[in-house]
T-cell receptor
Framework: QKEVEQNSGPLSVPEGAIASLNCTYS??????FFWYRQYSGKSPELIMS????GDKEDGRFTAQLNKASQYVSLLIRDSQPSDSATYLC?????????????FGKGTKLSVKP | DTEVTQTPKHLVMGMTNKKSLKCEQH?????MYWYKQKAKKPPELMFV???????INESVPSRFSPECPNSSLLNLHLHALQPEDSALYLC????????????FGPGTRLTVL
């Protein structure tokens, strides 16, 4: 059973701080990793994808991947109240076909003004 | 056009009704997905269409019937649903086998009475 694990939170950070979200996965052969943001009652929105070891930065977001440790993280710098949402880590399932994603249960982030 | 659209946004139906959910994308994506999401849970894969052919059916009950009339459209036909089928139904699409990023539509909030 391929699994993606995340702390459910809630993770609470003050406005302006760095929020750190973590994810581990069980399938060592996984190659593609994604972070989705989901506001309450809305659909998931893709915010970052990462395929190679190391860091990938996009604005205030940095994704970090360590395939040896089977670990992927998302850092949000200068956190804003509008970043309050559930963040879903997703890994592409290579065992199946057609690129379906395996999701973690999500980490709820709360940014306090 | 860089989005996935879904109609209706909300649907209330009785257990004897027949209704359909519609999903559309004009990005030239050749893989389309139906997910079901219950409150405080991650999206759960239901069906995958690749190049307009059903490639994955995750043991979904027959009261859910998918259809892909063309490369831009995906339908989900509903019949004799149960109250426990109430959920957010999400459509997603991906360019093709070579590209990994999957984009979600806004979802249809379904309530079965």
């Amino acid at each position: 059973q391929k699994e993606v694990e995340q702390n459910s939170g809630p993770l609470s950070v003050p406005e302006g701080a760095i929020a750190s979200l973590n994810c581990t996965y069980s399938d060592r052969g996984s190659q593609s990793f994604f972070w989705y943001r989901q506001y309450s009652g809305k659909s998931p929105e893709l915010i970052m994808s990462i395929y190679s070891n190391g860091d990938k930065e996009d604005g205030r977001f940095t994704a970090q991947l360590n395939k040896a440790s089977q670990y992927v993280s998302l850092l949000i710098r200068d956190s804003q109240p509008s970043d309050s949402a559930t963040y879903l880590c997703a890994v592409r399932n290579y065992g199946g076909s057609q690129g379906n994603l395996i999701f973690g249960k999500g980490t709820k982030l709360s940014v306090k003004p | 056009d860089t989005e996935v659209t879904q109609t209706p946004k909300h649907l209330v139906m009785g257990m004897t009704n027949k209704k359909s959910l519609k999903c559309e994308q004009h990005m030239g994506h050749r893989a389309m997905y139906w997910y079901k999401q219950k409150a405080k849970k991650p999206p759960e894969l239901m069906f995958v269409y690749s190049y307009e052919k059903l490639s994955i059916n995750e043991s979904v009950p027959s009261r859910f019937s998918p259809e892909c009339p063309n490369s831009s459209l995906l339908n989900l036909h509903l019949h004799a649903l149960q109250p426990e089928d109430s959920a957010l139904y999400l459509c997603a699409s991906r360019l093709d086998r070579s590209y990994n990023e999957q984009f979600f539509g806004p979802g249809t909030r379904l309530t079965v009475l």
